[in-house]
């Protein structure tokens, strides 16, 4: 069984950092792509960013290129998402997902709030 499983959200305050986590297991995910996404309330999901398990190729939406940064730890099968100058607009449910291409994303965890006081 395939599990995503998100920690390391939270409340902080207006340019502070927080790093979430996601824990994957039940599958080798070798050759999967990791996405970041983010629903903020009464908003669509969107996509934050995404990192192949494969080389480690990053990319980034433009609202948090250059404060966002995804990496990865092989040996503990997690994908991180590094979050500095927090902004309140950044406020929303982080979900990390995978999936065998970029257009497509089978698994998805249950998501972790991130809240951000100004």
């Known amino acids: 069984q395939v599990q995503l499983v998100e920690s390391g959200g939270g409340l902080v305050q207006a340019g502070g950092s927080l790093r979430l986590s996601c824990a994957a297991s039940?599958?080798?995910?070798?050759?999967?792509?990791m996405g970041w996404f983010r629903q903020a309330p009464g908003k669509e999901r969107e996509f934050v960013g995404r990192?192949?398990?494969?080389?480690?190729?990053?990319a980034y939406a433009d609202s948090v290129e250059g404060r966002f940064t995804i990496s990865k730890d092989n040996a503990k099968n997690t994908v991180y998402l590094q979050m500095n100058s927090l902004q309140p607009e950044d406020t929303a449910v982080y979900y990390c997902?995978?999936?065998?291409?970029?257009?497509?994303?089978?698994?998805w965890g249950q998501g972790t709030q991130v809240t951000v006081s100004s």
């Open positions: 990192i192949r398990w494969s080389g480690g190729s990053t």
């Open positions: 997902a995978a999936g065998a291409t970029i257009f497509r994303y089978e698994y």
């Open positions: 039940g599958r080798t995910f070798s050759s999967y792509v």
